[in-house]
């Protein structure tokens, strides 16, 4: 039996909601999201309009300051996140310590971890707003150097310095993709893929990574710690590991044949752990506006590459037998996010798994809103209850008479 005593909480009886379904841990500012109605805002201005206008960084300082930047205000930012890019060098001799095996989200978690160690002010919790300013600024400008050196580490090539002629995207590219032995010329059409994807991406307001941020953050620990919190918190399967979980899923459906139906089947069986990866939403109840702009994004790119995926033949396959299956429909699982940017990655060159750091890449500037909101909110530390099921209380018994 419970004790009933241990159900009070500090106002009122303590309610138990697996998973947070119908609890908002928060009032945020930031992000505007209507999963019946398959709405996004970021700071009030439409998912579909920034897409379509604006750029990755300017979306940053929007989400990070509450205000489209005037022109010069957006100057000064790109200005000095691009006086940042490079790391500290002793960074590389931490790279140099991972094996080849390493899974680069485990890597750039502890690359932005390990900034706390090389800018020792950011762990006073009194630190003054400069300082949490430059610690905002030095990770947006060292997120794409660490990850390029995560996927370096990873191939056993020699790391690229950013160059800091290109813009955010183009730099990460060459980073990550020109190498000593040959010449490579960033590709605008990739680059502005890239760059509207990290929009899409950008903030998704209380989700797990977001959520694992401010928690992390609330305890007053940095912005770099509470960030690499975060990462870890997107690197699973459910969360933004889908990405990489549904290339996985299309090849192997792929190469069993092509036969969605057989796989649909599986997605449906109760009896097997196999769901279809890409599809549902914990708050979309309606098509992920996201995913709308993706797909479209994803023929565009592939038609102006010349890529023919048959991979995209397959997705598309899927999604159409999902949206008329009865099981999916009566659960309301549509595609998410995660359903066609791993294509887009793929036909942009990028590896695998590389794409949940792709993700991380877009999702820094919500990370660092919703932690510098929680902060300024002067928000208590996150500390959920329980109802207790185990034992009463009992009395110990020596070793040898167990
Ligand atoms: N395939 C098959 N069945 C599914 C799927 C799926 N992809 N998603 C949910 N269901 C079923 C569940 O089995 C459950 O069925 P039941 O009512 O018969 O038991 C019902 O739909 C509800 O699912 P829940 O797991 O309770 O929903 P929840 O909100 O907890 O989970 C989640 C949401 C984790 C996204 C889930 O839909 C899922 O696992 N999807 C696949 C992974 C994925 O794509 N994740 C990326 C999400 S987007 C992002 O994080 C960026």
Not at 8 to 16: H, L, M
Not at 26 to 53: H, P, Q
Not at 312 to 324: H, P, Q, S, V
Request: hydrophobic share 40%.
């Amino acid at each position: 039996a419970i004790d009933i005593s241990s159900l009070r909480g500090e106002s009122g009886v303590i309610t138990i909601d697996p998973g947070f379904k119908n609890t908002g841990s928060t009032k945020s500012a930031i992000t505007f999201l209507d999963g019946e109605k398959g709405i996004l805002r970021y700071r009030g201005y439409s998912i579909e309009e920034l897409a379509e206008k604006s750029t990755f960084l300017e979306v940053s300082y929007l989400l990070i300051y509450g205000e489209l930047p005037t022109p010069e205000q957006y100057k000064d930012f790109t200005k000095t996140i691009t006086n940042h890019t490079l790391a500290h060098e002793d960074i590389k001799k931490i790279l140099e310590g991972f094996p080849s095996t390493a899974h680069p989200m485990g890597v750039l978690s502890s690359l932005v971890c390990a900034q706390t160690a090389f800018y020792p002010a950011s762990l006073d919790p009194n630190r003054a707003a400069p300082e949490v300013d430059m610690s905002i600024i030095r990770l947006l400008a060292k997120m794409p150097t660490f990850a390029a050196w995560s996927y370096k580490n990873q191939i056993g090539h020699p790391v690229n310095y950013p160059d800091n002629s290109l813009d955010y995207c183009s730099n990460f590219l060459k980073m990550m993709f020109s190498n000593p032995a040959e010449a490579y010329e960033v590709d605008p059409v990739v680059a502005n893929a890239l760059d509207k994807l990290l929009i899409l991406h950008a903030d998704h307001e209380q989700n797990c990574s977001t959520s694992t941020v401010r928690m992390v953050g609330s305890s007053h620990a940095s912005l770099y710690a509470s960030i690499s919190g975060g990462i870890n918190a997107l690197w699973g399967p459910l969360h933004g590991g889908a990405n990489q979980a549904v290339i996985e899923m299309l090849e192997s459906i792929k190469k069993d044949g092509g036969d969605t139906k057989k796989w649909m089947a599986k997605a449906k069986d109760k009896n097997d752990p196999f769901r279809l990866m890409g599809f549902g939403h914990r708050v979309y109840k309606n098509f992920d506006p996201r995913a709308r702009i993706i797909k479209k994004a994803a023929d565009d790119v592939l038609a102006k590459l010349g890529v023919n995926d048959p991979i995209l033949e397959i997705a598309k396959g899927l999604e159409e037998e999902a949206l008329n299956d009865a099981y999916f429909v009566e659960r309301k699982l549509y595609p998410n996010v995660d359903f066609y940017s791993g294509i887009i990655y793929r036909a942009l060159g990028i590896p695998t798994d590389m794409f949940t750091v792709m993700f991380a890449m877009g999702r820094l500037p919500g990370w660092i809103a919703q932690w510098k909101e929680m902060r300024e909110n002067k928000e208590p530390i996150g500390r959920p209850r329980q109802v207790y099921t185990g034992y009463n209380e009992r009395s110990y018994t020596s070793i040898d008479k167990r």
